[in-house]
């Protein structure tokens, strides 16, 4: 951590907040998250790319990804996506990150984070799309367990998605989307919505098999 935090120092003059560097490890940061927090603190005005981020502080595109990952569940960064020019790019937005400072000058403890989310559900998206996860689709993924999902209906859409051999996040939008609609918020509930669906199928195929083709009443 000494040699890490002593280079990024020494490429720019950069100031580090005293609350944080006391209080890292009460916010519940590793020291490289700790480190990447302090990369942050020096690129917030310039567009997010993880892959120079992975260079300069020896991680794999992975590695970066995950710990932005845990930084936004604890509400410390944010990734906002601002056009400029023609082109659309992300940048990093540190205002959580000031916040809970504020929280801490103003009644002397860290503010507990409202959710964590567990780093596995990315892998799992990683692992089924066969490839790393965008920036934004991390962000996409993100707004799903912030808000009305929960962490087991958003792997039980991805497998819904699966099956029906699509890897798009949209797709999967849809089908939370639906679920939500019908009431549907855990496993259970979607077992009983197909074994409806299958039933209402079963009866439609047999009104079909038994009607009487030849006497329809048509002349």
């Keep these: 951590m000494t040699e890490e935090l002593w280079k990024i120092l020494k490429t720019g003059d950069i100031l580090i907040?005293?609350?944080l560097l006391l209080k890292y490890q009460d916010l519940k940061l590793t020291d490289r998250q700790f480190i990447l927090l302090i990369y942050l603190l020096d690129i917030q005005n310039t567009s997010f790319n993880p892959k120079q981020i992975g260079t300069d502080l020896h991680l794999s595109l992975?590695?970066?990804?995950?710990?932005?990952t845990v930084l936004t569940s604890l509400g410390l960064v944010k990734l906002e996506v601002k056009k400029v020019g023609n082109m659309r790019d992300e940048f990093v937005n540190l205002d959580g990150l000031y916040q809970k400072l504020v929280y801490v000058i103003i009644n002397g403890v860290v503010e507990e984070p409202k959710k964590e989310i567990s780093t596995d559900?990315?892998?799992t998206?990683?692992?089924?799309?066969?490839?790393t996860l965008s920036p934004m689709e991390y962000e996409i993924i993100n707004a799903w367990l912030d808000g009305d999902y929960t962490e087991e209906l958003v792997l039980?859409?991805?497998k819904e998605a699966i099956y029906?051999?699509?890897?798009n996040l949209r797709y999967i939008d849809r089908i939370l989307h639906n679920w939500y609609k019908k009431?549907?918020?855990t496993a259970t509930d979607v077992e009983k919505d197909k074994k409806t669906f299958q039933t209402r199928k079963v009866k439609s195929l047999e009104i079909f098999d038994n009607y009487d083709w030849l006497n329809d009443g048509n002349e």
Aim: charge should be negative; charged fraction near 30%; proline fraction near 3%.
């Design 164 to 167: 029906n051999g699509t890897t």
């Design 62 to 68: 992975e590695e970066v990804m995950e710990e932005i």
């Design 121 to 123: 559900i990315f892998t």
């Design 183 to 185: 009431g549907i918020r």
């Design 17 to 19: 907040p005293k609350l």
């Design 125 to 131: 998206f990683e692992h089924e799309f066969g490839r």
């Design 156 to 158: 039980l859409a991805l």
